[in-house]
């Protein structure tokens, strides 16, 4: 039997062909889970027969999960087809297909645009932890891990301040749900990629994964292991945690040393 065998786990922006939330969706079917995949966008469909193609039972789901009733929704479909919940994987934000994104100085960020990447990037954390909670209280089991970043909660880097504000809030929502929710069995922990090579990936980011200790981006699969990691049986007592999976990147002091 494998380990995650007649677990049902749901992954957020997931809908990426080479992204960090399909390579996490993958490697929790492979091990036995039922996978339900979210995206904005209907490509999350092609995400989930890929998966069929692999022999691993998926669906997929097309919401905003900014919107409270968007996230209802789907947590109803959850209850009525499986009747439990044991994984959630808050791995949506980033950037939306199609949407153009922008660089603002702290002082000159417009309020919609702060505004709209704490919805992205924090609120749908919020919205999807408070809808699995009730599931996961009742059978007294859980496994939540949030996908944060790196930037935020450890570094910064120019031009995204409201994006650095929510990823670090992420942070510190992480550590607030898990102090709640331990006694009922469940954890809550959170990953902090730092450059990682997918689709969404700028030249520049590529430029500057090659500056980091093991001089290359890492890659979704890598950051997809250690959330696997987080949402395993075993990990019981592990919980309030920040993973960084940055390849070293944080660690310089002395940014002028190569090796």
């Known amino acids: 039997m494998t380990p995650l065998q007649g677990q049902i786990a749901l992954v957020t922006g997931a809908g990426s062909p080479n992204g960090i939330g399909f390579a996490t969706a993958r490697l929790l079917g492979q091990d036995g889970a039922t996978v339900l995949l979210v995206s904005t966008t209907e490509r999350i469909h092609a995400r989930a027969a890929e998966l069929a193609g692999e022999g691993i039972s998926a669906r997929g789901y097309v919401a905003d999960l900014t919107r409270p009733e968007a996230v209802e929704a789907i947590l109803t479909d959850i209850r009525q087809s499986f009747g439990h919940l044991e994984i959630c994987v808050n791995n949506a934000g980033m950037t939306v297909v199609g949407e153009e994104q922008f660089e603002f100085r ?3 960020i417009p309020l919609e645009a702060w505004h709209r990447s704490l919805e992205r990037n924090l609120t749908t954390c919020f919205l999807v932890t408070r809808a699995v909670l009730p599931l996961m209280r009742a059978q007294k089991y859980g496994r939540i891990v949030n996908v944060a970043s790196t930037s935020g909660p450890v570094q910064a880097f120019v031009g ?18 898990a102090l709640e929710t331990a006694a009922d069995g469940i954890t809550v922990n959170a990953v902090a990629p730092g450059w990682i090579a997918t689709d969404s990936q700028l030249a520049s980011e590529a430029r500057a994964g090659l500056l980091t200790p093991m001089k290359r981006s890492g890659t979704p699969a890598e950051v997809a292991f250690a959330i696997r990691f987080l949402a395993d049986p075993g990990a019981s007592y592990l919980t309030g945690q920040l993973l960084i999976i940055d390849g070293g990147n944080s660690l310089p002091e002395d940014r002028a040393w190569q090796p």
């Not at 995204?160 to 749900?177: E, I, L, N, S, V």
């Open 106 to 108: 702290v002082d000159d």
């Open 160 to 177: 995204d301040a409201a994006y650095h504000a929510a990823k670090a809030g992420m942070w510190g929502y992480t550590r607030a749900c």
